[in-house]
């Protein structure tokens, strides 16, 4: 089955520590997204890649890094500068010429302490 | 640039009542529109999507939406709740030009239906 896999869904990590969150697709998508998501806010739109070796930051972009090496991949790595890390993340691909909708991994759920 | 205004945060229905979720847009361009739904601790997972032709799009699940270019407005509908639709809905949008494949969310509707 096609789609897009998340892992780990929940993950805890003490205060101070960087962390990588894994997204891997299998759709054969040009472009891939990361959001941020917190009670009451919406998607918040953190990186986003139409193609490989090439990425833009999104609306909150500060405290996170990724890397598109694959088309298959976009680890986003939550730096130790992200001042509240704990949210729940999601990532999405879609093509980048159309058609638009985006399809959605599972999500990771991140608490830091 | 694109924005998405849904109306309303929270929505409470009665079981078998009429779901009206609003979701207004601001585009300069014809828009592409897509509703989405979400379940506690889940990814988002698409209902419907408008892109060209006809302005009444049916989707998963019942829900079905009218794009209004005139009003600015996608609003989704399904005749008769049923408790499964209790979730979170987003509207989102997609401009032209240099947003690329970006999408704008809406900031969610949070569905209750009552039993």
């Known amino acids: 089955d096609g789609g897009i896999t998340q892992s780990p869904k929940y993950l805890f990590r003490k205060e101070g520590q960087n962390v990588t969150l894994s997204c891997e697709q299998n759709?054969?998508?040009?472009?891939m997204y990361w959001y941020r998501q917190d009670p009451g806010q919406g998607l918040r739109l953190i990186y986003y890649?139409?193609?490989?070796?090439?990425?833009q930051k999104g609306d909150i972009a500060e405290g996170y890094s990724v890397s598109r090496e694959k088309k298959e991949s976009f680890p986003l790595t939550v730096t130790s500068a992200q001042k509240n890390p704990t949210a729940f993340y999601l990532c999405?691909?879609?093509?980048?010429?159309?058609?638009?909708?985006?399809?959605f991994g599972p999500g990771t759920r991140l608490t830091v302490t | 640039a694109q924005s998405v205004t849904q109306l309303g945060s929270h929505v409470s229905v009665s079981e078998g009542a009429l779901v009206l979720l609003r979701c207004n847009y601001s585009?300069?361009?014809?828009?592409?529109l897509f509703w989405y739904v979400q379940y506690p601790n889940q990814g988002l997972q698409l209902l419907l999507k408008?892109?060209?032709?006809?302005?009444l799009v049916k989707g998963i699940n019942g829900f079905e939406a009218e794009f209004k270019k005139s009003e600015t407005s996608f609003h989704l509908t399904k005749p008769s709740a049923h408790m499964s639709d209790a979730a979170e809905y987003f509207c989102?949008?997609?401009?032209?030009?240099?947003?690329?494949?970006?999408?704008?969310f809406g900031e969610g509707t949070q569905l209750t239906v009552n039993p």
């Open positions: 585009s300069s361009v014809p828009p592409y």
């Open positions: 989102a949008v997609r401009g032209t030009g240099t947003s690329g494949s970006r999408l704008t």
């Open positions: 999405a691909s879609s093509n980048r010429d159309g058609p638009y909708e985006q399809y």
């Open positions: 408008y892109t060209t032709g006809a302005t």
């Open positions: 759709l054969n998508h040009d472009a």
């Open positions: 890649s139409q193609i490989v070796n090439d990425f």
